[in-house]
């Protein structure tokens, strides 16, 4: 039996299994009723990817696990295979880990406000930024598509320390995200390192709220601040490239950056640390001088900082630092397709 075929099987099948919960389809004919499912279907259907099981979780249905974790876990280790994971609408007030030795995972959710994953612990109570997070993912060729990863606790007051709060760490490599939320106010987004692609994600926080090692392509992603109030600009970035010969880095191709208070484009937490914005809609909360050097003005030299074509309020140069740059046709060009990510060897676009 075919791929196609057998998968088609298993999906339909659970339609119609799921026929007893009041806001889940009820049998085939429905289908069209609940977009986000009959999404899923042709998702999985089309993407030709050689899925060997379907899981599905939820989490006050008779279904397979009813924590995200748990299905996680009876991944086989080393898994050759997709595995495909159906989180179902609700709130799962859990931490999830992805191990690295458990590649070829599949995240499908009901929308990224109707299926999150949520926990509330910041750095001061388990360690360490990175212990903080509400999901974390080690393995490589993850792909996430309609979930939200929350992270509840508390923003800091002005000058606290200790109160980093990451909703999702992400350090394996060939990872994708689609239509995904990511919510929380310092730290949320830990781009650990290893090539990732965001696609019509929402990211919001505060301070370095995108930040890490990772070699990274957001597209078409909204980006909040929710910086007002502080006595500080917040920021959006802190990429951690420490030398010139390293090709990470933080891409923003057709994004939106809005909210409250005002925030910095980016802090060079990296000695080299590399961002660029391209085709971008900036509100009027952008700090005019745009960047950060994070006290340390020897980076002036060696950071890549850069605009493109980059439209809104928030986007005039006339007063940014001399060390950034309003890049030419030519020097954008290889930040603006997916060969950034060598996405062309890996990627499944959705």
């Known amino acids: 039996m075919s791929f196609r075929i057998s998968c088609l099987t298993m999906l339909l099948a659970y339609v119609l299994q799921c026929s007893f919960h009041s806001d889940l389809v009820v049998g085939v004919g429905n289908l069209e009723k609940w977009p986000d499912r009959a999404h899923s279907i042709q998702w999985i259907l089309e993407s030709d ?7 599905i979780v939820d989490s006050v249905g008779s279904v397979d696990f009813k924590t995200v974790q748990s299905a996680v876990d009876v991944v086989p280790i080393n898994n050759p295979e997709w595995v495909y994971i159906q989180i179902n609408a609700g709130l799962y007030r859990e931490k999830v880990v992805i191990p690295y030795n458990k590649p070829n995972i599949i995240f499908q959710g009901a929308g990224r406000e109707n299926t999150v994953i949520t926990w509330g612990e910041a750095a001061d109570a388990d360690g360490s930024t990175a212990d903080s997070a509400t999901f974390s993912s080690f393995a490589s060729n993850f792909i996430a598509k ?11 007051p002005p000058g606290v320390n200790g109160k980093q709060a990451v909703a999702a760490l992400v ?3 060939m990872t994708a995200f689609y239509e995904c939320g990511f919510y929380g106010a310092q730290d949320t987004l830990f781009d650990y390192q290893g090539r990732h692609y965001f696609k019509n994600c929402y990211i919001e926080g505060s301070i370095d709220f995108i930040f890490g090692h990772g070699q990274s392509t957001y597209k078409e992603c909204e980006l909040y601040a929710i910086a007002q109030g502080q006595k500080i600009p917040g920021a959006i970035s802190a990429q951690n490239r420490a030398s010139p010969e390293e090709s990470s880095g933080f891409i923003f191709i057709a994004c939106k ?16 640390s590399r961002v660029i914005y391209a085709y971008t809609y900036m509100e009027n909360i952008i700090v005019p001088q745009g960047w950060d050097d994070w006290g340390l003005v020897q980076r002036h030299r060696s950071v890549e900082y850069g605009q493109y074509k980059c439209y809104g309020l928030g986007a005039n140069t006339t007063d940014r630092v001399k060390w950034s740059q309003e890049l030419t046709n030519q020097e954008v060009q290889p930040f603006l397709d997916l060969s950034f ?3 062309l060897e890996w990627l499944h676009e959705f």
Do not use: H, M, T
């Open 171 to 173: 350090a394996g490599d």
């Open 341 to 343: 990510i060598n996405g």
């Open 146 to 156: 309609g979930i939200g990863f929350k992270n509840s606790a508390p923003p800091a």
């Open 49 to 55: 990817l050689p899925v060997s099981r379907y899981i």
């Open 257 to 272: 950056i809005s909210g409250s208070g005002q925030v910095f484009l980016g802090r060079a937490w990296g000695a080299y």
